[in-house]
């Protein structure tokens, strides 16, 4: 197992170099990009810009996620992120991994974001699926589903329908992908269906799980996705410390579950 201190020693290798940092830059003026748009903006080789991305995909700081034929690149910030809270702000709480751009051309666009949590598979998968876990850490939400493809799922939360979908896909413990459709107010309810998949890979006693939002349409209103961040800092709480992490989601509806 990786300790800390050898995944610290990576991030900072990895932040040493200069071309490793502009490719960074690159990223965050353009997330989702592919080796060979990478490699147009600089004066090295295929190989050796490819050499630069696996060193920072080692060090957690590039999510690699395959579109078709190609593989895209992503922006990862929660290692950088994790180093300021050991060393700058005592209490900051943990948030989790993302990457975010558009990654077709066209009217749609995908978030992808990535956490790792220090739990099994199947464990991981029950708090995906158990409704009572769910709650604990989706904002109060209450999802129920029998989590078989075809079955329609629904997520209710102060008396009223706030998101629901169809299970696409059920790969336990590896693989979830179904739809999503937003209620809560018509500015998003208005957007129509999109697509989350979440995939989960065993990393010795840790899991990496990494959640792409897509088909959503280009300039949708961060609504529709800004809240995965919390609700997978909640999910990774929960497993590794066993408490419910607060956070503006949770205290919004459980505030509003409290107003007479």
Request: proline share 5%; with cysteine; hydrophobic share 40%.
């Amino acid at each position: 197992m990786v300790s800390y201190c050898q995944a610290m020693d990576e991030l900072f290798r990895a932040l040493s170099d200069p071309t490793r940092r502009a490719l960074l830059d690159a990223l965050n003026v353009e997330d989702g990009q592919s080796l060979s748009s990478l490699e147009s903006k600089f004066c090295m080789s295929r190989f050796g810009v490819a050499k630069h991305l696996k060193l920072l995909e080692d060090a957690g700081l590039v999510v690699v996620r395959k579109v078709g034929r190609e593989k895209l690149h992503f922006l990862n910030a929660a290692p950088v992120r994790e180093m300021y809270a050991r060393w700058m702000q005592k209490y900051i709480a943990e948030q989790a991994t993302f990457g975010l751009r558009d990654y077709t051309e066209g009217k749609m666009m995908s978030v992808v974001y990535e956490s790792y949590i220090r739990a099994s598979p199947q464990a991981l998968w029950q708090a995906l699926t158990d409704p009572e876990m769910r709650e604990k850490y989706q904002f109060g939400l209450k999802v129920v589903s029998d989590y078989r493809p075809g079955s329609e799922y629904t997520a209710t939360g102060q008396g009223r329908l706030v998101v629901s979908g169809t299970i696409v896909e059920a790969d336990p413990p590896w693989r979830l992908v179904t739809t999503y459709s937003a209620h809560w107010s018509e500015e998003v309810e208005k957007y129509g269906p999109s697509r989350v998949v979440i995939d989960i890979e065993k990393i010795e006693d840790t899991c990496r799980l990494v959640l792409t939002h897509d088909d959503l349409p280009r300039g949708a209103s961060p609504q529709l996705y800004g809240g995965w961040p919390m609700v997978l800092s909640g999910l990774k709480t929960l497993l590794e410390t066993g408490d419910i992490l607060t956070t503006p989601g949770s205290l919004r509806w459980l505030d509003a579950d409290d107003t007479p």
